[in-house]
């Protein structure tokens, strides 16, 4: 269970960008995370992956205040959050079997167990033929589904995706979701951020809808507006 | 891939070696190792040198009695023998001086031969008279004294014990060795600064791919052994290649400049003890830079949440 509490964040001496956030997010819940331009999300995002520390308020993670965490259980943490962020940042030094190998070796995985379970989500993702490829020599596209294949390679309890269907047709923006519905029924608990009302409208999944700094909680369907609980 | 990524282990990830400034980085390490090499040789020549002279030197003295009187008189052969002979019998006596020789009248000629030329002529002429001896004290007083003891025996005798010049070569010594290691300082200082700039520049350059990796969970050990596996794979062939570079050039200096057989020469030999005391400088090198690049890791690593 994710569950942030009265939480504020501010750069440097500015404005608050996120004011008195507050939700809980239930194992192997989905939600979306929506909002105008400006509003916070990528803020958001930023705690919830734990790039960021909030300025006011508690966030607890997996049972865990994540104040009272050192660096090194920090970094376990973050190993439990996959992340697939809209330009993809894909390592382009890397092949597309190390790019996605990469969290596996961040949790010191043997190289017999890390051959194996890259290759076999690289055939799923039908990237198969393609692991030994530079990304920067493959489609937006597929480079997408090494961004989402090194995001669930280390089976994580969150998985976050930033915009994922803004690069994407629709067909394919759909498929995608398809993945994400997948994953979540194996138990992943989901945020997606998007812009793309069609999605959330086609997905009946809670939304988190963020207005300068204020969340807001959305129920599918009948769109009750909350603030707190989800 | 790369060359750097095939040696590397698999546990490199990050492309620290691309994009530029690692060649410099190379090179400056190289020459500045070099530098501190060449000085350092220097450094332990020139202390070789001093060594041989002060053992060859130190605690010797000698006594010239001129030939001529204080009006311009050559003294009879008696006369002379005469001074000289009491002035052997006075530093026999005493505790402090040893070995006392009269140098023959063959090798004074010898002496002053490159001055007055090598024939028999200056065998003719009144040589003055020269004792060595070995004098125990450098007592200042001690030495005073016994001047004024030699002068009432003969009065126009000069006594030298080398200590004085020796003295005055020694503080020179030393004030070269004082540059040399502010120069050393200097220099380390500098390298200092460079291994310390290259790793802030090469996270601010991968500031991307460094904040991805730790946004995925890599723990700082792992970021730090990705700087770790850069500096080393760069520094310790640049290290060795300035070892390698300084002892070719000190070797063409002293082949071409100081190849005089003499003691009284600092000699540049790249022999067994000059490379286990140079070896010293690139491992320092070495060492400083996984210092220097794993606390500068560590500081700017401790700006990330």
Redesign the interface.
Known sequence: MIKFSHIGLRYGIGPEVLSDVNFTLEPGSFHFLSGPSGSGKTSLMSLL?????PTRGEISMFGHDIKSLS??Q????????G?VFQDF?L?N??TAF?NVA??L???NKS?KQIRSDVSELLEWVELGDYMHRNPMTLSGGQQQRIAIARAVISKPRLLLADEPTGNLDDTIGYKLMGLFEQLNRMGTTMVIATHNQQIMDQFYHKKLVLNDGILTVEEPRNMVHAQGEV | MSLFQRITPKSYILPLHKRSGSVQFFTIIMLMTAMLVIIGAVQISLMNTVQKWKSLIEHQASIEIPSLDENGRAYSSDELNMMTQRVVALLENIDYTRDVQIESTEQIAKLIGPWLGNDNKVLDMNLPVLINFNIQTDDKSFIDQLTSRIKKLAPRARLQTHQKWLDKFLQLVRGIHGIGLLIVSVTLVATLFVISSTVRARMAIYKKELSLIHIMGAHDRFILRQFLIYLSYLTVPAAFLGLILAFVMMSIISALFLNADTAFIPHFGVNGGYLIKLLFIPLVICFMSIAIGSYTVINEMKKMP
């Open positions: 992956y734990l790039g960021l520390k660096r090194e920090l970094a376990y943490m973050r190993q439990k959050v992340v940042r390592l030094n890397l190390e990469l969290p070796r961040l949790s190289e």
